[in-house]
């Protein structure tokens, strides 16, 4: 550049040469960047006329107003919204539904168990029961017939003890009987022999020997008491320890029968102890169950709320959203009128540049 300049001639007068210089090589600068400028504006503008040639194409090319496209994707948007907000909800209700008719059936469940266990704890001790005081009876019966075997035995024993001890005092009075009868032949052949001696007048020998008999039956009669006393007082002792031990094992028998009773009674109130328990047990186990299924219920309850308002949540984001697109698409409708409105502009100033 410096040679084209260099063809100059110099002067003394005038301007200094090399300022000169300077401002014309900055002048050439300049104009080189401005025609690099002009090419890439040139440039610019052809791509910018290209894309407004399409996009005025396109533009053209559709049927209906953009407007109207965007009434149709924002309802379609807000209808899509809509459509998703009630099936949530209806979700939410099904699923409110199913947890309601699980807990319900979780509380009928437990319910059912309760009742089964409370009936079998009642049948148990029903049988329990029943057991103990058959058993309790049987034993009463036993011991009742047993007792009554035995007094009549003990009676059989004492009754055959009495003949026995009445066979031995009959015995035993014919042998006195005997013995008395040998002793007055015995007086009597005494009395003969002293009649035979002529010790005695006769009168006097009648005497004797009726003195003897006299002697030899009241002697009889007075053992023949004593052994009967003695024999009525063995018999009445045998008697009496035959009652006695009769009446021991009655008593026996009485004192067994009150302790059965005693027994039984006692079975009883353990029974009627069982079925309070059993009531009380019954009654826990219902109170249980229903606080598990209210609990259940309230749980389904919450949840179910929870799953509503979670749903109703969910459809007003979706609504928001669709109405946040239905203003992002206003907004780019608008930008893209603004964008080919300046792009008119601009065409209309290349247009006049041209010109």
Same mark, same amino acid.
């Given at each position: ?71 149709? *994707? ?32 979780? /509380? ?6 309760? &009742? ?28 009742? +017939? ?41 007086? $009597? ?15 006097? $020998? ?26 009525? *007082? ?40 069982? &079925? ?12 249980? +169950? ?24 969910? /459809?007003? &984001? ?38």
């Amino acid at each position: 550049m410096s040679t084209e300049f260099n063809r100059f001639e110099t002067s003394k007068r005038g301007y200094d040469p090399e300022a000169v210089e300077r401002e014309l090589k900055a002048l050439n600068s300049e104009l080189v960047r401005l025609r690099e400028q002009y090419a890439d504006t040139a440039e610019e503008l052809k791509e910018t006329r290209s894309n407004l040639e399409q996009t005025q194409r396109k533009l053209d090319s559709t049927t209906a107003p953009n407007f109207a496209s965007l009434g149709a *994707e924002a309802a379609e948007l807000l209808i899509r919204a809509e459509n998703s907000a009630r099936e949530l909800e209806e979700a939410a209700s099904s699923q409110a539904a199913a947890l309601l008719a699980e807990a319900n059936d979780q /509380a009928a469940k437990l319910l059912e168990n309760a &009742e089964q266990q409370y009936q079998e704890q009642m049948g148990a001790a029903e049988r329990r029961a029943a057991r103990q005081v058959a058993a309790a009876k049987h034993e009463a019966e036993l011991l009742t +017939a047993n007792s009554r075997i035995e007094a009549k035995e003990r009676i059989q024993s004492a009754e055959l003890e009495v003949a026995r001890i009445r066979g031995q005092a009959a015995t035993e009075v014919a042998a006195i009987k005997t013995t008395a009868k040998r002793e007055v032949e015995k007086v $009597k052949a005494e009395l003969a022999s002293k009649v035979a001696s002529q010790e005695y007048t006769t009168l006097d $020998k009648l005497g004797i020997e009726n003195a003897a008999k006299e002697l030899a039956v009241a002697e009889l009669e007075a053992q023949l008491a004593t052994r009967r006393k003695k024999a009525e *007082e063995e018999y009445l002792d045998l008697h009496n320890k035959a009652v006695a031990e009769t009446q021991g094992y009655l008593e026996s028998a009485k004192k067994d029968l009150s302790s059965l009773k005693k027994t039984i009674s006692t079975i009883r109130l353990e029974i009627q102890a069982l &079925e309070m328990e059993a009531s009380q047990a019954q009654g826990r186990i219902l109170q249980e +169950a229903r606080k598990q299924a209210e609990a259940i219920a309230h749980k389904a309850d919450l949840e179910a709320a929870e799953t509503l308002a979670l749903a109703r949540q969910k /459809a007003l &984001e979706t609504e928001k959203a669709a109405k946040v697109r239905v203003n992002e698409i206003e907004n780019k409708v608008k930008s893209s009128e603004l964008y080919l409105k300046k792009l008119r502009s601009l065409l209309s100033s290349i247009d006049q540049l041209e010109d």
